[in-house]
């Protein structure tokens, strides 16, 4: 083949990587409509709320001892904002299509998180229980 013939074969090549490409991002807050949380004092019954939720709906892949079909959270908040959480739980869809993070993350696990929650309310009473078991970690291994 000749060197016309390596180009033309370049070109389409190019064009059929660019139909293709997602736009990745990357931003610390995750995609969604949560860019500023204002976090008051753990609320006791919403952070019940958020334990039974995350029983039902993430205890089944998420632990937070240690690795299961999915990652350990127990210094989840340590490595992500509050706003990525929110943003993770609500819209989890698009992040895992087009967060940089939340890709990276997806990558070491063999299965995708098929959580379904589509209130506000009870992902913010997961991060609750998610805030308080941070404190509480804490705590434990400062003894």
Aim: with cysteine; charged share 25%; aromatic share 12%.
């Amino acid at each position: 083949m000749n060197k016309l013939g390596y180009i033309f074969l370049f070109f389409l090549a190019s064009i059929s990587c660019d139909s293709e490409n997602k736009k990745i991002e990357q931003s610390i807050y995750g995609i969604g409509s949560f860019k500023k949380l204002e976090l008051n004092p753990i609320n006791d019954s919403i952070m019940r709320i958020g334990m039974e939720t995350f029983k039902l709906k993430c205890a089944s892949c998420h632990t937070m001892e240690y690795k299961n079909s999915g990652p350990d959270l127990s210094d989840l908040l340590a490595r992500r904002q509050p706003e990525w959480v929110m943003n993770y739980l609500l819209n989890h869809q698009e992040m895992l299509e087009k967060d940089s993070i939340t890709i990276r993350i997806n990558q070491k696990f063999e299965t995708n998180c098929v959580v379904n929650l589509t209130d506000e309310n009870e992902a913010f009473a997961i991060l609750e229980y998610v805030r308080m078991y941070q404190i509480w970690l804490h705590e434990f291994n400062a003894k």
